[in-house]
Nanobody, 124 residues
Framework: QVQLAESGGGLVQAGGSLRLSCAASGRTGYRYAMGWFRQAPGNTREFVASISWSGRRTSYVDSVKGRFTISRDNAKNSLYLQMDSLKPEDTAIYYC?????????????????WGQGTQVTVSS
């Protein structure tokens, strides 16, 4: 089992920045790909970004390309999402997820573990 805990959410004005963190604990000795997803009220959960265990392979949804950066520090069992130039449409609960198959990507079905989420609210 892997436990994931997100932090770093909050309220920010449009154009501002936030950095989300996700701390992993438990069986962290495996090579997990990690991802960030988000869910806005009334919407389905949406893929945001993913990163392979090595960090060499990343993927982003088009709407965040050039604004968000996913990164990880395996020594600290941590995942990050740097969010810049935030827009009101980025408002959502953000979840981190772990994929034991080290595939990553936008398919939420392949992720084995999920955090509880952290709220991000961007005001206009």
């Amino acid at each position: 089992q892997v436990q994931l805990a997100e932090s770093g959410g909050g309220l920010v004005q449009a154009g501002g920045s936030l950095r989300l963190s996700c701390a992993a604990s438990g069986r962290t000795g495996y090579r997990y790909a990690m991802g960030w997803f988000r869910q806005a009220p009334g919407n389905t959960r949406e893929f945001v970004a993913s990163i392979s265990w090595s960090g060499r392979r990343t993927s982003y949804v088009d709407s965040v390309k050039g604004r968000f950066t996913i990164s990880r520090d395996n020594a600290k069992n941590s995942l990050y999402l740097q969010m810049d130039s935030l827009k009101p449409e980025d408002t959502a609960i953000y979840y981190c997820a772990a994929d034991s198959g080290d595939l990553g990507g936008s398919n939420s079905e392949i992720y084995d573990y999920w955090g509880q989420g952290t709220q991000v609210t961007v005001s206009s």
